[in-house]
């Protein structure tokens, strides 16, 4: 069960990791990696919102529908170019090395933040 510790917790990885994004654009003074803090954050929005396409209440929930695989497959489109825009950003010399490794274990600890936030309350939405 999820408590006052789990969030105060979870706030604190997740301003860590904000401040790694934006440590790697103001240490470097190029704004560019910023970008990933805007995947990650938008990253859980297709599992979010086809998640309730799925079956009824009568249907097994084992099974997995179109529109669910469709959220989950946007879902890894968005992580892994999250993960990958430094790296190619880097490769192009828009961004330097620093900035890139910092940039992508920010953005790691923001989107892990946000799993663990969703796995850690739906468990109490379950019994209900």
């Known amino acids: ?7 105060i917790l979870l706030s604190f990885v997740l301003a860590v990791g904000f401040l790694l994004i934006i440590l790697s654009c ?3 003074a190029n704004w560019l990696p910023l970008l990933v803090a805007l995947t990650f954050v938008l990253a859980p929005l297709p599992n979010a919102l086809f ?4 079956g009824d209440e009568f249907s097994a929930s084992d099974n997995a ?3 669910v695989d469709l ?5 890894s ?3 892994v170019t999250g993960f990958a825009l430094p790296v190619v950003l880097t490769h192009s010399e828009v961004v330097r090395p620093g900035a890139c490794v910092m940039s992508i274990i920010g953005g790691g600890l923001v989107y892990g933040t946000i799993l663990a936030y969703s ?7 379950e019994f209900d």
């Open 71 to 75: 959220g989950r497959f946007l879902t």
């Open 119 to 125: 796995a850690a309350f739906r468990q109490d939405d």
């Open 65 to 67: 529908t179109g529109p």
């Open 1 to 7: 069960m999820a408590g006052l510790k789990t969030v």
């Open 77 to 79: 489109i968005v992580v």
């Open 51 to 54: 998640a309730h396409c799925g």
């Open 26 to 28: 103001a240490l470097w």
